[in-house]
């Protein structure tokens, strides 16, 4: 089985503190990866829109990623609703014909 790539972007709620998102978002990275089935774990900021962001994630499979949303940090970052996520992309690299 092939490894699960995720590309997702977000955005700053309403009324957070972009200094305090951005601490929070360093510590998701650092926390996550630790994880056994995590690859690739980055998370970019958006030059023209800083409270932007775009995740890069690459994973073992399906049930790692299960596995990072009921880890504890990932749990933790969740519920201080720093952002919110505009979309999700699930993909598969592409090798060519």
């Known amino acids: 089985m092939s490894k699960l790539w ?23 990275i650092k926390e996550t990866v630790k994880e056994p089935g995590c690859i690739k774990f ?14 890069w994630e690459c994973w073992i499979n399906d049930d ?18 720093y952002t919110k996520v505009n979309y999700i992309e699930r993909l598969q690299l592409n090798s060519g014909s």
């Open 6 to 28: 995720i590309s997702a972007g977000i955005e700053l709620q309403d009324g957070a503190d972009l200094s305090e998102t951005k601490n929070a978002l360093s510590q998701l």
């Open 42 to 55: 980055e998370i970019l900021q958006q030059q023209d829109k800083p409270q932007c962001f775009t995740l």
């Open 64 to 81: 790692a990623l299960k596995a990072h949303f009921e880890a504890h940090h990932t749990l933790n970052y969740l519920s201080h609703d």
